[in-house]
Nanobody, 127 residues
Framework: QVQLAESGGGSVQTGGSLRLSCVAS????????VAWFRQAPGQEREGVAA????????YYVPAVKGRFTISLDNARNTLVLQMNSLKPEDTAMYYC????????????????????WGQGTQVTVSS
């Protein structure tokens, strides 16, 4: 049984930093795509960043490029999202997602490209 467990969320002020982690059990983070999504109240869940573990390619939406860094800690089978220069618009529940095939590369930002999801960790940025 695959389980993804996020941690690291919290409340920070504008310009602050947070480091999110997602530990996987029953799933090898080197399988295919793993990603971070976020969902603000009343909004759809949106892809933020992804990494294709087999080649190491990383993907970001323009809103976070240059501020967020996605990476894999293979020794700990953990996905990490380092978030710097946080803005109030980054406030959301953040979810870890994992795919079971390379089809995720066709549209890494789509929720339909992922098979497994964590429960989420809340990030709140105040102005």
């Amino acid at each position: 049984q695959v389980q993804l467990a996020e941690s690291g969320g919290g409340s920070v002020q504008t310009g602050g930093s947070l480091r999110l982690s997602c530990v996987a059990s029953g799933y090898n983070m080197n399988s295919a795509c793993v990603a971070w999504f976020r969902q603000a109240p009343g909004q759809e869940r949106e892809g933020v960043a992804a990494v294709y573990s087999r080649g190491g390619a990383t993907y970001y939406v323009p809103a976070v490029k240059g501020r967020f860094t996605i990476s894999l800690d293979n020794a700990r089978n953990t996905l990490v999202l380092q978030m710097n220069s946080l803005k109030p618009e980054d406030t959301a529940m953040y979810y870890c997602a994992a795919a079971s095939s390379s089809r995720c590369l066709s549209d890494w930002k789509s929720i339909h490209s992922y098979n497994y999801w964590g429960q989420g960790t809340q990030v709140t940025v105040s102005s």
